[in-house]
């Protein structure tokens, strides 16, 4: 019984443990915020620390051969805006565009160059391949799409402003070279590049002036390329600034925009993020395809395959222009609200990005153009995040990129077309946790959570009743030994008065006997 009584102690002490060193991080995670209600079924209590040395980026933690080599597999879909009437176009007519796709194509990351330096920060190139994908896909690359040649309608628009006599010399360059307002190419040379003339005749006498020196596609600096040289922080020494960029390229901020705000890097490299979000935080990253830091917003909890997740959508200001949003007038010049013009990053040629079908956007821009159709069900941006790891489970990331053409005085290819925002395609990269993956971390963060949470209910349980077994036994022992040990009344002595004698008879009994009469 004494090794009972041992053994309740031990699983009392051992609970009560865990329950002190299970709290503070609970209860008071980084950054003086607590951890939301809804999160607390799956905290890490039964693990003290486990989920913080676990996110960190360090070679001995559980995140890190997934921080090095995404497992979660990402597609990029691919929708094309088919010009459906070119020649009215030149006419000076509203565009008429038809969607085509999606093109998908699996995309695979991963990172090399890995260096870790002394001020608690790591350095990486993330390199990125596709591979199209035909049974994901409503088409083949082969497929012909009808689209505005950027080449020739950007260059027009740059010499705007120039003089007639170099606007008379491109038009007779464009007439001898073949090149029209517009083009008939295949899904694979508008996306991954194509022979043109002209772009070599402008690499030979301005070298400088596109950085394509061999085929010009839209996607074509992406594909067996990297991102850039992040330097990220680790959160080994100070974990309050986990995943955080410190440098992009080597520097700390960019010089595209016109204010100091606009140039800040700020937020993560887009792939994780701090632990412990609570329905105040944000989700900030630095995107180098949009040359600039995005910010996302918390909307509302969910579920994903049973783990419990943050959606963050993007606000409506994201793309807002100076005038609706005064923060964004680093990004100007602007013109409707809802495009961003990222001239200044690539090439200074008239792209402008913005959500798909002008979603969001002010409703001038989708009128300009015929069969466009913004609805947020399909045109909404989301990432569905993990809130105690700050681990993406589901996101799809939907962007579309257009261009500003317009007849241009002098260069006869741009005929009489009117000033308007044309879509180019849109495109959504989307990944969601799987297979073993997700198991393993349903396992660790939500199964097992819950089964040592009421597993120490049980234990208390067990070790009350261990220690009641010895109570209950020591009493109904001591019950028999008591009456037993008990004199009853045959065996009292007789020398000794009971206490039904009458005293008359003891004090006869010390009287001496008379004689006989």
Excluded at 32 to 51: D, H, I, K, N, Y
Excluded at 273 to 286: D, G, I, Q, R, V
Excluded at 313 to 328: C, R
Aim: proline share 9%; aromatic share 12%.
């Amino acid at each position: 019984m004494n090794f009972c009584v041992v053994c309740v102690l031990a699983v009392i002490t051992w609970l009560t443990r865990r329950r002190l060193s299970c709290s503070p991080p609970c209860q008071h995670p980084p950054r003086g915020s607590a951890a939301p209600a809804s999160v607390t079924r799956v905290e890490l209590c039964p693990f003290p620390g486990a989920s913080l040395l676990n996110v960190r980026i360090d070679p001995n933690s559980i995140s890190f051969n997934m921080w090095k080599e995404i497992p979660v597999p990402f597609y990029l879909s691919v929708y094309f805006f088919d010009i459906v009437n070119p020649s009215e176009i030149l006419q000076g007519r509203k565009p008429q565009v038809r969607e085509r796709g999606p093109y998908v194509y699996r995309e695979f990351r991963h990172k090399s160059n890995i260096t870790f330096n002394d001020n608690d920060t790591v350095s990486f190139l993330e390199y990125r391949s596709y591979q199209f994908q035909p049974h994901k896909s409503r088409g083949l690359e082969s497929d012909y799409i009808v689209m505005p040649n950027i080449l020739v309608l950007a260059a027009a628009l740059m010499m705007e402003n120039g003089p007639i006599s170099l606007k008379l010399i491109m038009t007779l360059a464009f007439s001898t070279l073949g090149e029209r307002a517009f083009m008939n190419r295949t899904v694979s040379e508008i996306m991954w590049g194509y022979e043109d003339p002209l772009l070599h005749l402008i690499n030979k006498y301005f070298p400088s002036m596109f950085p394509f020196k061999g085929k010009f596609g839209l996607f074509a600096e992406l594909n067996n390329s990297n991102s850039g040289l992040f330097t990220v922080f680790t959160g080994v020494q100070n974990f309050s600034r986990i995943h955080l960029v410190d440098k992009w390229n080597g520097v700390s901020k960019v010089n595209f925009w016109h204010s100091d705000q606009c140039n800040m890097i700020n937020g993560t490299s887009g792939q994780m993020w701090a632990p412990f979000m609570t329905p105040e935080s944000s989700l900030e990253f630095y995107s180098p395809d949009a040359c600039r830091s995005m910010k996302l917003v918390y909307k509302e909890e969910g579920v994903f395959e049973g783990i419990p997740t943050f959606r963050f959508v993007a606000p409506n200001t994201l793309f807002a222009n100076g005038t609706v949003y005064p923060p964004n007038e680093g990004f100007c010049p602007c013109m409707e609200s809802g495009i961003q013009n990222v001239s200044t990053c690539r090439f200074n040629a008239p792209l402008f990005l913005s959500h798909p079908h002008f979603y969001n956007a002010d409703p001038v821009l989708a009128e300009a153009v015929s069969g466009l159709h913004p609805n947020p069900e399909e045109h909404s941006l989301f990432l569905d995040i993990h809130p105690v790891t700050g681990i993406p489970m589901n996101c799809s990331v939907k962007l579309q990129l257009n261009l500003y053409i317009k007849s241009v005085k002098g260069i006869g290819q741009t005929g009489k077309i009117e000033p308007v925002v044309l879509p180019l395609l849109w495109f959504g990269e989307s990944g969601a946790m799987e297979g073993e993956t997700l198991q393993t971390f349903y396992t660790q963060l939500v199964l097992m959570p819950k089964v040592l949470h009421y597993a120490q209910y049980v234990l208390l349980a067990l070790g009350c009743v261990l220690l009641l077994i010895p109570v209950i036994y020591q009493i109904r022992n001591q019950g028999p030994k008591d009456a037993e040990s008990q004199p009853g009344l045959a065996t009292q002595p007789d020398g000794l008065p009971s206490p039904y004698t009458p005293l008359l008879q003891d004090s006869l009994r010390g009287q001496p006997t008379s004689p006989k009469a």
